[in-house]
């Protein structure tokens, strides 16, 4: 779906750009606390240089306004020509370092500032450096202020160039993927119509042979009809899967469509083939409609696919139970055979595209229910499978009815698959 596609290319340069700009802000951030721890680190040193040649020498270089020096003889506090601030001297401190005779180194925080003492023995008298650290506190909210900036400077420009880089680095795969889905439109397109000639060519090889009684080869034609029937299919899944991905966004959704009608109709069609191949055919669906918003053709190749596929590996004497309810908000419809089955295993990769189990032989997994799991997700439902060799298979399709809360947000998805009315056959 190319809306979808445009969506997942503008996520994916989203999350590029964003990771180039939490990585460089990142880095940012980190080369700023590296920096501010450095600079919180060089401040304290110096602060306590500065108090250490305070208490030796009665005076420190700094700013007279930003330290003071303090004397205690045991009796009195002498103090400078600067007046201290409040709270100051430490009085207790003082005592305490004159009964000890240590050194105590202290911070406190007042005034709106912090301030580092430093009090210690100097003969028979106490002095105590005291040092304003307002200038240092400054100069770190001034860096911090800058770091921030920086890096919220930094984190937008990085975001911006890793954008233009993600746009750069997944172009390519948006133009890589738009060339894929535009050749296989083509190629189908241009296989489609010598398939058909040769598939008419090989029929009517084969109408002349059973008129004119020559028969000699008619097993080989048979076969050559099969083969390019098969070939056709894959070419008609091809363009589907293409048409699909590139449907236009501006179709009003269709009607819902009553799935018990659907079934009953496509069950009916069956109704030959199955006798002609002796496998019992059981029905069993609601007496009243049952309505699900989506593509009637889609939901048919749905229904189709699964019991032709049913059909091609349930042998003789088998059976295929076709059910249809309602439960909850949802519509079930399950498909469940006694044939060849498969291994539990695989039920997964059953919808990859091509993909053979261990042991499939000619059972045809591949682009089919690959393209059956595409139109059930676009119609926002799910689709499971059940297996167990030699004991049958079971499909189970569950869709949102009509009016259901799950339906909402949907039209988008369902108007992609309305151009395969314009040239899908079920």
């Not at 920096?35 to 108090?51: D, K, N, P, T």
């Not at 370092?97 to 911070?107: D, G, S």
């Not at 966004?249 to 496509?266: C, H, Q, S, Y």
């Amino acid at each position: 779906m190319e809306a979808v596609e445009k969506a997942i290319v503008r996520r994916a340069r989203l999350r590029i750009g964003l990771l180039v700009g939490l990585t460089i802000g990142g880095l940012l951030l980190l080369a700023g606390g590296i920096s501010y721890a450095v600079l919180v680190r060089g401040q304290e040193a110096q602060i306590q240089r500065e108090l250490a040649w305070g208490t030796e020498h009665g005076t420190i270089a700094g700013p007279p306004a930003c330290s003071w020096i303090f004397r205690y003889d045991g009796a009195t506090v002498l103090t400078g020509a600067n007046p201290p601030p409040p709270g100051f001297p430490l009085h207790d401190t003082l005592a305490t370092v004159a009964a000890n005779r240590t050194t105590e180194i202290t911070t406190v925080a007042r005034n709106g500032t912090t301030y580092h003492v430093r009090t210690e023995a100097r003969g028979d008298t106490v002095v105590q450096a005291v040092f304003d650290a307002r200038f240092q506190l400054s100069d770190r909210r001034h860096l911090l202020l800058a770091f921030s900036l920086a890096a919220v400077a930094g984190l937008l420009a990085a975001v911006l160039t890793g954008v233009l880089v993600g746009r750069r680095a997944v172009a390519p795969l948006a133009e890589a993927l738009t060339r894929q889905r535009r050749f296989v439109a083509d190629a189908s397109h241009e296989l489609r119509t010598p398939i058909a000639q040769v598939h008419t060519r090989a029929q009517l090889i084969a109408r002349r042979a059973r008129n004119d009684g020559a028969a000699t080869n008619l097993d080989d034609l048979e076969r050559l009809i099969g083969t390019t029937r098969r070939l056709g299919e894959i070419v008609d899944d091809l363009l589907l899967s293409a048409r699909l991905a590139a449907a236009p966004a501006d179709r009003e959704p269709d009607p819902p469509v009553d799935l018990t009608a659907l079934i009953g109709t496509t069950v009916a069609a069956e109704g030959d083939r199955a006798a002609e191949r002796q496998v019992t055919l059981v029905l069993d669906v609601p007496g009243d409609p049952l309505p699900v918003p989506g593509v009637e053709s889609a939901l048919r190749r749905v229904v189709g696919e699964l019991l032709a596929n049913a059909l091609a590996h349930t042998p003789a004497g088998g059976r295929i139970t076709v059910t249809l309810r309602a439960v909850d908000n949802a519509a079930e419809f399950v498909i469940a055979d006694t044939g060849k089955g498969f291994d539990q295993a695989d039920a997964r990769r059953i919808f990859d595209r091509f993909h053979r189990g261990a042991g499939a032989g000619d059972r045809r997994f591949g682009l089919g229910l690959a393209l059956l799991q595409e139109v059930v997700t676009s119609h926002h439902g799910t689709i499971e499978a059940e297996g167990h060799p030699g004991r049958g298979a079971r499909f189970t399709v569950r869709l949102p009815t009509a009016g259901s809360s799950a339906t909402t947000g949907r039209a988008a998805r369902i108007r992609n698959l309305r151009m395969w009315q314009l040239g899908a056959g079920t």
